[in-house]
């Protein structure tokens, strides 16, 4: 992303809808006067009495055991330095939205005005009750350490500094398993250095911890090498300080095993890379620019083992792959404290996943065929699923067996089965999606470019690098509202259909059309004239492979944007009529309705032929369907035209496409809930597995289903998915938003690329 571009693009999501990035919502009913006196006053003194007889009850009366501070006083702030308080707030909401995504832990922010060792420790002292664990940030070292200590020492919660921690176990295990892949050991390796702030000392102890000797390890801070012959050096450096002494970095990394960077960038070039032993290890981790770019380090000899703190390269090391999982199993089994034994299994539980078979939905979002462990994959993905289930429970167990924890867990496979259901299986899903889509960016055709709000979502889609926007209307126009919003859009296509220079195009376009469509009562007059029209020209542009997806429908009603769709491009062979699916992002995952926006009354056929399309296009997007087809009636108990057309496609479903998960007819509150369906019908199909994907006997349940969900619960609707094409085009509701749009292009872009796979 352009540096203009994200500094606007940055500022603007900030400051949309709700200031902030974070809120706080009730979890207790608040709708009547008996809600409120048991949430407040008189009936919440009864748990403050019993916590009182018993503090410990704290934990299952209040918020406590999942609540974590997030503190910070902003003197070392992502690479801004000393930015103070206030400043720091936006770092600290965002590492509260990273908790709650990855790990549903709650998080309060809190910023101190307190440089002062004394006065910072104090101030976090007298607001530690409020809390089940504390995450120290981005303060500047050598504070930071006297800041941990004394709070460790002083408090009986989980406490970390992550700009310390975190980078270190994450390239701890990096390291694991770079020296597996390089046939070495750590107790033999020499290993450098470059910076010597929180994060490389805490690195070198973990490092220690593992094996490293000491002595092996060259460390270079802004003034040069440090050794046993400096001044100055406080604690934490002289730790590390060595009888040998090295001029410079490049004479330290002759013959070195392992480069590690947390310094700048540029530090670093291709012949000091050279110079090292064979496999060398070399991670850069400065950010935004590592001490040497990737392509360089990589280019500069073969054997090379790398990784960076960057998104675009393999093997990154971040630290959200640690924090809110530690966090997760410390929480859980109210671990007074966060010790060594606890972060050596996560390292450990890091390490172990990147060996084990990755899943399909995480190959696919990062790229074409399978990931497998190696030189590009010595750590696991951050979208990984299985993170929250490897790790927590290894910090969990570590806790354990060290004797802080004051809640062991004696069932595992529960422990497990609860973590997943914290966010869902497929929680990372639109995440997976993003990725997914800029691994093989494709040609989008935006069919209403004269509209701000289109041009915004091409622009975002550029950047991101998941599409060349190809723009149609009017050159000027398109260009006036690209210079009058400061839009960034150099490079893309803008075509004009009505134009003189398109004359060509749209007597070539208009010929296929009426071929297509003489015996439906065109005319070729017609069908040129229809190439005036922006769907119909965008339509063709996509169907003769000048585009690979059509995105359309902001400002024109669906009939208008479909009909020019199925005349020029038509159904996928075997389909007889398409169907619309909405995905709602969910607490547990997404959810996928369908048919939406199609098909006004649907017999039962056209029922079976719905969910066969829309499970198709759930398993195209690495989820497997749970298919409820809904109605007023629950297995018979109602009869009915749309009961019995529900149940008469459930019935037909069962025996001809066995492989599904599929049952009906069904009320949508027993489809939803486990236990009702336990309890009434533990016989269906859908009995212990949780249902994601819901078929609506017509289009105004389905239809209603979603806009009430989306605008009474607030929940995220990406769509009309458009299934059944025979290439990708997909229609906006009308008066999306930017963001409504460029959800839908990296959809459209997704499927683009999965019936490119299919030819």
Not at 113 to 127: E, G, H, L, M, Y
Not at 635 to 660: I, N, T
């Amino acid at each position: 992303m352009q540096t203009n571009n994200l500094k606007k693009e940055a500022l603007e999501y900030h400051a949309r809808d709700r200031r902030g990035k974070i809120e706080v919502v009730p979890t207790k009913p608040y709708s009547t006067q008996r809600d409120l006196s048991l949430a407040y006053s008189p009936g919440v003194a009864e748990p403050c009495k019993a916590i009182a007889d018993n503090p410990q009850d704290v934990y299952k009366y209040t918020a406590k055991g999942n609540l974590v501070a997030v503190i910070s006083n902003g003197t070392a702030v992502l690479g801004l330095g000393d930015i103070g308080p206030e400043a720091s707030k936006p770092v600290m909401e965002g590492k509260g939205v990273l908790f709650k995504v990855f790990a549903d832990i709650d998080v309060f922010d809190i910023e101190v005005d307190a440089s002062d060792v004394d006065q910072f420790v104090a101030t976090v002292k007298a607001i530690a009750p409020t809390f089940g664990g504390i995450n120290l940030e981005d303060i500047k070292a050598p504070e930071a350490f006297e800041i941990e200590r004394r709070l460790k020492e002083e408090l009986d919660i989980p406490l970390m500094h992550d700009d310390q921690h975190g980078t270190a176990i994450i390239s701890a295990a990096a390291l694991i398993n770079a020296l597996k892949l390089a046939e070495k050991n750590i107790e033999d390796v020499r290993v450098v250095v470059s910076g010597a702030g929180a994060a490389a000392m805490s690195c070198l102890d973990i490092y220690e911890q593992l094996g490293m000797k000491r002595e092996n390890a060259a460390v270079f801070d802004s003034r040069g090498h440090i050794h046993n012959g400096r001044e100055g050096l406080d604690a934490s450096k002289q730790k590390y300080a060595t009888d040998l002494q090295f001029g410079e970095l490049a004479e330290a990394m002759k013959g070195a095993d392992v480069f590690l960077g947390l310094s700048k960038g540029g530090l670093v070039d291709a012949s000091m890379v050279q110079s090292m032993a064979a496999n060398p290890i070399v991670f850069a981790l400065a950010n935004p620019d590592p001490e040497i770019p990737y392509d360089e380090a990589m280019g500069s000899r073969e054997d090379v083992i790398m990784a960076t703190g960057r998104s675009d390269h393999p093997n990154q090391v971040n630290n959200v792959l640690g924090f809110p999982y530690i966090f997760r199993g410390a929480l859980d089994v109210r671990a007074t404290g966060i010790n060594d034994a606890m972060k050596l299994a996560a390292v450990r539980a890091i390490a172990s996943l990147a060996e084990e078979n990755v899943p399909d939905e995480v190959s696919e979002a990062y790229g074409e065929g399978a990931l497998t462990f190696g030189r590009e994959l010595i750590i696991p993905k951050p979208v990984d699923p299985r993170l929250i289930t490897a790790v927590a429970p290894a910090v969990a167990q570590a806790a354990m067996e060290s004797g802080i924890a004051q809640a062991p867990i004696s069932d595992w496979e529960h422990y497990k089965r609860q973590l997943e259901l914290r966010l869902g299986n497929d929680s990372t899903f639109s995440r997976n999606i993003a990725t997914r889509a800029a691994r093989a960016p494709k040609r989008v055709v935006f069919a209403e470019a004269e509209h701000y709000k289109v041009l915004k979502a091409a622009e975002m889609a550029m950047d991101e690098g998941i599409a060349h926007p190809i723009l149609l209307g009017r050159k000027d126009r398109i260009a006036a509202l690209i210079e009058e919003n400061s839009l960034e859009l150099e490079g893309a296509t803008v075509f004009d259909p009505r134009s003189d220079d398109q004359l060509d195009r749209r007597q070539a376009f208009g010929e296929v059309l009426f071929a297509r469509r003489k015996r439906h009562g065109l005319t070729a007059l017609e069908a040129e004239r229809y190439m005036r029209q922006r769907n119909y020209f965008g339509s063709m542009l996509v169907d003769q492979g000048e585009a690979d997806a059509l995105v359309s429908g902001l400002t024109r009603n669906y009939p208008n944007v479909i009909r020019p769709a199925l005349h020029a491009i038509g159904k996928t062979q075997g389909v007889n009529k398409v169907a619309g699916m909405y995905i709602l992002q969910t607490k547990n995952g997404p959810m996928f309705f369908a048919d939406t926006t199609v098909n006004t009354n649907p017999t039962a056929e056209d029922i079976v032929n719905i969910t066969l399309l829309t499970a198709e296009a759930v398993r195209n997007l690495r989820i497997v369907p749970r298919i409820a087809l809904l109605s007023y009636s629950n297995f018979g108990s109602s009869k009915g035209y749309d009961a019995e057309k529900m149940a008469e496609a459930a019935r037909y479903l069962h025996v001809h496409h066995p492989e599904l998960i599929v049952d009906g007819e069904i009320q949508a509150n027993f489809a939803m809930n486990q236990d009702k369906l336990a309890e009434s019908f533990p016989f269906s199909a859908l009995h212990k597995r949780r249902v994601n994907t819901l078929i609506f006997p017509n289009l105004a349940a389905g239809n209603i289903s979603y806009k009430l969900l989306q605008e009474l619960a607030g929940m995220d609707a990406q769509g009309p998915v458009l299934l059944g094409m025979r290439k990708s085009v997909h229609i906006l509701q009308m008066g999306s938003s930017a963001k409504e749009i460029l959800d839908m292009v990296r959809l459209a872009v997704v499927d683009a690329q999965i019936k490119d796979s299919q030819l």
